[in-house]
């Protein structure tokens, strides 16, 4: 076989490093990729795809992209899941003797790319690390665009829901694991259902002696300590540098803030919609109001964890409601934040030294205006705006070396070079001079020299091989000065250079060059000087955040016509709304038609409502609207309604819509009895529970005999503020049985056959469900309306003749009992209903009912 020439031998070697990543090998002004890599990339990138001779017998696959144009590739196979390796010259081809040195600088993934234009603005880009020790799931994710890290401990046997709750709502683009193998497919199976953007890997943790931070040793938990070192060992080893330093370190979970599953979040369209799981025609849409990519970023989370603390959403508050007062600052303050870049991530790339030199005029022109801003909050009064005045620098030191520094009239790009400014560097400068002034110092030589030496015709000319030289044509009659070194001979003249014209050359051929690397040697340097202060200038980028978001609360409550809503302590126990409205549902219509509509729970009379009506008829939507205008309140929004008061609720539970799992093979009534499950288990006395339409997937016994137990459960167990939506009517006459249940309807006017929904709940309960009327409005043909309505009445009919016992009360079943004979009749009688938990009561409903079906 033939040998392998030494450039290939190097790339075997460098690329049996990086056998997970596609190696963008540097030769000259390309990336160059070989074997599989090259099939792989010529597919995904629809690059043609060569071959090279290797001194194999075959020749190798290969393709290449510009190095100067190779973000935009890397960029695309990022977004496809691949990582990229960049492999570099590692010393210059010109001085290097022998094959040039090459190796990896870094690696590219999904969770660490930086380029400007590769992660949404608006959008936070998560890397998570997990690590499973014991029963314990501990993980540290990080934005490394932002320089922000988290850390959550879970118990895999209690809380593995919550944990993967967690993975959805963040949506994290990689996930590096250190787990067992089950743990591992659990996560495979997981993220190809539900995350489909993320990229899986294992490692294991690396001792990169990183000093775990105060917030994490304060925890105790050996676990969260390993998975942040190996999430900074990962950093490492993939960004080949210095393990990262995170400035902000918080917790993934807070007592202080209101939990959210992923299924509430979609159910609501909080911040993604259930359409496409893009952000139009969701609640953060309509807030959305902000002017810098980092109050987006920070509004979505704002939505994402509401608080529950009622002293820190009254001082999120107070701070919209002096926003809101003076609309005239406000303005003022919005002109200036939409001035304002993105230096949060700026600070990012300045310290993982990926920026460029047009960030650091972003970053400048920033710092410009917040001293503005902060003279805007001098006269701030509420508790909100002096603590986020105070909490902005004005990094006068950082400002004035950019302003001296930085040439504010180049094109920002280091290829393209003068992003140094005029009279920083007088060695720059002396250079740059040569450079722009050779030509007129040639025309100047020319001119001197055909004087001196009386040659008329003498000219200099340059090619890439001799360089500069004097040419003299065979025609001139005068003699050549001694000093004049023939170099070559043509048909019609001869070349020759001088010593003055030789030392000319080598400045000005290398003036270009040492131009290059001195301005790219001070811009470094500026950096340099600028990374200490990065931390200050990260705190102030997240308090611009934070008034940002608040502007923007403000400026939808001014658009809007939304009030401040009164926070109260969980000694009141009561949300309360008065001619409320469906914030995304109102904005999609035009102003005035959304019929706004009252609601009143509490832990007294109001504490469940059972809200029945047609389809069609607004009670989804009404369900939603409670839960919507609980999240805002609770962001410290102001909400769309004439009045309204809210006790912070601790959970919001929603079980809206039918879905199935095909994955697993699970039908739509078993995911919902699980999500039901899950509910009842999770929800406390200061929770929000939406249930619509339980019970619906399987017959009409046993759904209604579902739904009825579910509401009892929650009445005697739970005492959660509950809206339970059903077209089983039959269950309203629940309301004379507990002083905690309260029977709404959506009001319906008829008109023959024709009925309009009014949209207004109203007291009371629904006599049937208008499903005919409903498939009337979708149009249905007359014949088939015609022979459903036969169809019903013979049931409706037949139903009358056999009536089915009812479902008996706890109190009512003694003096029942007696009237009754049967083994169901005495298993009820004897069932420990209080000592079940709702599966083991579902499954006994299941069992009972089939038994008494058979036995009929």
Known sequence: MAKKTPLMNQYKEIKARYQDAILFFRLGDFYEMFYDDAITASHELELTLTGKNTGEEKRAPMCGVPYHAAENYIYRLIQKGYRVAICEQLEDPKTARGLVKRGVIKVITPGTILYENAIADKSNNYLIYIHEEGRNLAAAMADVSTGECWWGLWDSRKEKGDFFDMLSVYSPAEAVLD??????????????????????????????????????????????????????????????????????????RQDDTLTLSEETLRNLEITRNMRDGGRKGTLLDVLDNTHTAMGARLLRRWLERPLKDVNRIIIRQDGVQELVSHATEMTRLEELLSQIFDFERILTRIETNTTSPKDLLALKASLGIVPQIKQLLGGASSVAMKKLNRSIGIHGPVYDLLDRSMNENGTGTIKDG???????????????????????????????????????????????????????????????????????????????????????????????????????????????????????????????????????????????????????????????????????????????????????????????????????????????????????????????????????????????????????????????????????????????????????????????????????????????????????????????????????TVSVREKGKDITFLRRIIPGSADRSYGIHVARLAGLPQELLDRAETILKGLEAEDGKKPVAPVVSAAAEEVQSNLFSSSIIDELAHADVMGMTPIEAMNMLFRLSKEAKEGR
């Open 418 to 744: 003068r992003y140094i400014k005029e009279g920083y560097s007088k060695e720059l400068d002396e250079l740059r001079s040569l450079t722009r002034n050779s030509q007129q110092w040639i025309r100047q030589m020319e001119e001197s020299e055909r004087q001196s030496t009386g040659i008329v015709k003498l000219k200099v000319g340059f090619n890439n091989i001799f360089g500069y030289y004097f040419e003299i044509p065979h025609s001139n009659k005068l003699p050549v000065p001694d000093y004049y070194i023939r170099k070559q001979t043509l048909v019609n003249a001869e070349r020759y250079i001088t010593p003055q014209l030789k030392e000319f050359e080598i400045k000005a051929l290398s003036a270009r060059e040492k131009t290059e690397e001195l301005e790219l040697k001070i811009y470094q340097d500026i950096k340099a000087q600028i990374r200490p202060e990065i931390p200050a200038m990260q705190k102030t980028a997240r308090a611009i955040a934070a008034l940002d978001c608040l502007a923007s609360l403000a400026r939808a409550a001014i658009t809007d016509r939304y009030i401040k809503p009164i926070i109260t302590g969980p000694d009141v126990g009561r949300i309360s709304v008065q001619d409320g409205r469906h914030p995304m549902v109102e904005k999609a219509l035009k102003h005035g038609m959304f019929v706004p509509n009252d609601t009143e729970l509490n832990h007294g009379s109001q504490e469940i409502l059972i809200i029945t009506g047609p389809n069609m008829a607004g009670k989804s939507t009404y369900m939603r609207q409670v839960a919507v205008l609980v999240i805002m309140a609770q962001a410290g929004s102001f909400v769309p309604a004439r009045q309204a008061s809210f006790t912070p609720v601790d959970r919001i539970f929603t079980r809206v819509g039918a879905t199935d799992d095909i994955a697993t093979g699970q039908s739509t009534f078993m995911v919902e009895m699980k999500e039901v499950s899950q509910i009842l288990r999770g929800a406390t006395r200061n929770s929000l529970i939406l249930l619509d339409e339980i019970g619906r997937g399987t017959s009409t016994y046993d759904g209604m005999s579902i739904a009825r137990a579910v509401v009892e459960y929650i009445d005697k167990h739970i005492h959660a503020y509950t809206l339970f939506a059903t077209h089983y009517h039959e269950l309203s006459v629940m309301a004379s049985e507990s002083s905690h249940i309260k029977n709404y």
């Open 179 to 252: 787990v067992s193998d089950a743990f591992y497919e659990t996560m495979e199976h997981y993220v190809s259902a539900c995350l489909g953007g993320c990229l899986l890997s294992r490692r294991r943790e690396g001792d990169v002696g990183a000093v775990i931070p105060e917030e994490i040793e304060q925890t105790g938990s050996e676990a969260v300590a390993t998975a942040y070192r190996g999430l900074l060992g990962y950093l490492k080893e993939v960004m080949k540098t210095s393990a990262a330093s995170f400035h902000a370190v918080m917790p993934l």
